[in-house]
C-alpha cells in the first residue's frame, strides 16, 4: 500500500530510499521470512538455508552498513532515512531486521570511540564485506539477568550485591573473559563477532561494565543450540559461553568507568529502532486486515461496510501513523544531541511494540478464523509482534526505568 507521509520534509533521497527497501521488503525477505517461518531453528541457519541469501542480498546493497557513520565505510544516511529504511525492511520481516541490525553491533560499538585499531580490525572489514562472512551480534543479557541490564542510572543496577553470570578480569595486556550469555543472543549461533556487554567490576554490579568485541573463533568460546521460540522464528537465537577467552586491551570500547553512558547512547539507539521498526510491523498487520476486510463477505456485505469495522481500522491506523512518527522524532532528536534522553527512545519501544501488538491482535479479530491458520500472514505477524513486548527489555521493566529518568530529568514546572 503507498499511502501517504505527512512527513512534508521528505526529499527525493528519502524517498527513494523508501522505495528501494520496500521493493526489497516485498521481493526477497517476505518470501523467504514465510519460508524460514516454517522451518526448524536448526534448518533456519544450514548452509542451504534462504536466510544466508537474505544476508547476502542485504549485504550487497550496503544495508548491514546502516548503523555505521559513512566516514568509516557506512551508507551515507541521515539519522530520519535510517528510520525510513529499518521501516520499510521490517514490513518485509521483523525478525530479519533485526538480525541485520545487531549484525552491526560489534561495528557499531567501535565507532562509538573509533580508536584506530578498532577501525582498522572490526568496522573496515565489516563493512568491505559483503558476502555475509562477517556477523555481529550482541551479547548483554543472561540467563539470571534480562530486561535489569538494560537499566542505566536506576539504583538497582549499581547494587554490588547484583553478580553477573559473565566477567572480565584484567590479566596484564590482556582482560580474561568467563561465563555465559544468555539464549537470547540474537544471531547468536551464526555470529563471527560479538558486542560483548559484561561485568569488569563487581563492586559496581551492572554498572561496572564493559564493553568488547570478541571474535567468536578465539579459544575457549562455544555456542548452543539454536533457540526454538514462538515468535520471529527467522531470527536466530542463542546461548554463547565464554571460558577463559583472552582479549587485548585494544578490542575494549568502554570500561566500568565510562560504562553507563556509553550503554545509554546505545540503548537510545536500539529502543528507539524498536519503535520504528514496530512501524513497519503494524504497518503489514493494518494492511493485510484492511486488505481482507475489502474482500471478506459476511451479512450480504463486504466486512469493511461495517462501522465497527471501519472504527476499528481507523483505530489501527492510528496507532501505525503515530508509532512511525514519534519513534522517529525520538531517534532523530537522540541521534543529533551529544546527551540523548533515553527516555524518549524508551517510548519509542514500548508505545510501538504495545501498537503493534494491538494492530496485529485487531488483525487477527477481523480475519476471524481464518487469522489463526497458517494459510494467511497475519498468524506470523501476530506471533512475531507478540515477541517484540519482550524484546530489547520488557516493556514493563522498561517503563520503570522510564519512569525514574523522567522523574529525575523532567525540569519544575515553575521555572
Not at 544466508?52 to 542480498?57: N, T
Not at 520499510?88 to 520481516?93: D, F, H, I, N, V
Not at 524508551?346 to 489463526?372: R, W
Request: aromatic residues 10%; hydrophobic residues 40%.
Amino acid at each position: 500500500m503507498n499511502y501517504l507521509d505527512i512527513d512534508l520534509t521528505l526529499t527525493e533521497d528519502d524517498i527513494e530510499l523508501k522505495k528501494a527497501a520496500h521493493r526489497f521488503a516485498k521481493e526477497v525477505m517476505r518470501p523467504i521470512a514465510k519460508k524460514l517461518d516454517e522451518m526448524t531453528p536448526e534448518q533456519v541457519i544450514a548452509k542451504d538455508s534462504p536466510f544466508w541469501e537474505f544476508m547476502r542480498k542485504a549485504y550487497e546493497l550496503g544495508y548491514h552498513t546502516i548503523l555505521i557513520p559513512e566516514s568509516y565505510g557506512g551508507m551515507d544516511l541521515t539519522s530520519k532515512q535510517q528510520a525510513i529504511i529499518f521501516e520499510e525492511l521490517a514490513w518485509g520481516s521483523f525478525g530479519l531486521t533485526v538480525a541485520l541490525g545487531v549484525a552491526s553491533f560489534p561495528a557499531f560499538g567501535a565507532s562509538l570511540v573509533a580508536e584506530e585499531e578498532l577501525i582498522e580490525k572490526f568496522i573496515v572489514p565489516y563493512c568491505e564485506c559483503k558476502d555475509a562472512s562477517i556477523i555481529g551480534c550482541w551479547g548483554i543479557t543472561e540467563p539470571d539477568h534480562g530486561s535489569d541490564t538494560l537499566m542505566p542510572q536506576y539504583p538497582s543496577f549499581s547494587d554490588p550485591n547484583i553478580k553477573a553470570q559473565c566477567r572480565a578480569r584484567k590479566d596484564g595486556d590482556e582482560w580474561v573473559i568467563s561465563g555465559q550469555k544468555s539464549a537470547w543472543v540474537s544471531c547468536g549461533t551464526v555470529a563471527t563477532h560479538c558486542a560483548l556487554f559484561c561485568q569488569s567490576d563487581p563492586s559496581m554490579g551492572h554498572a561496572g561494565g564493559m564493553i568488547c568485541v570478541v571474535p567468536l573463533d578465539l579459544p575457549g568460546v562455544s555456542k548452543g543450540k539454536p533457540l526454538n521460540k514462538l515468535g520471529q522464528r527467522d531470527l536466530n537465537q542463542g546461548e554463547i559461553f565464554f571460558d577463559n577467552v583472552r582479549i587485548p586491551q585494544s578490542y575494549v570500547i568502554g570500561g566500568a568507568d565510562a560504562y553507563e553512558a556509553l550503554l545509554e547512547i546505545v540503548l537510545s539507539t536500539t529502543t528507539a529502532f524498536m519503535g520504528y521498526a514496530s512501524a513497519g510491523l503494524a504497518r503489514a498487520a493494518f494492511e493485510e486486515a484492511l486488505e481482507y476486510a475489502k474482500n471478506r463477505v459476511q451479512g450480504g456485505k463486504r466486512l469493511v461496510e461495517f462501522p465497527n469495522i471501519q472504527m476499528k481500522l481507523f483505530h489501527m491506523f492510528s496507532k501505525v501513523e503515530l508509532t512511525r512518527y514519534y519513534s522517529r522524532m525520538a531517534y532523530m532528536f537522540n541521534q543529533n544531541t551529544s546527551t540523548p534522553a533515553e527516555e524518549y527512545s524508551i517510548i519509542a519501544k514500548v508505545f510501538g511494540t504495545n501498537s503493534a501488538y494491538e494492530v496485529a491482535h485487531d488483525a487477527i479479530q477481523i480475519f476471524g478464523g481464518n487469522g489463526l491458520t497458517k494459510e494467511y500472514l497475519i498468524e506470523k505477524l501476530y506471533r512475531d509482534a507478540r515477541a517484540t513486548l519482550i524484546e530489547d527489555g520488557s516493556n514493563d521493566t522498561l517503563a520503570i526505568a522510564g519512569g525514574h529518568k523522567m522523574i529525575h530529568n523532567y525540569p519544575r514546572l515553575d521555572m
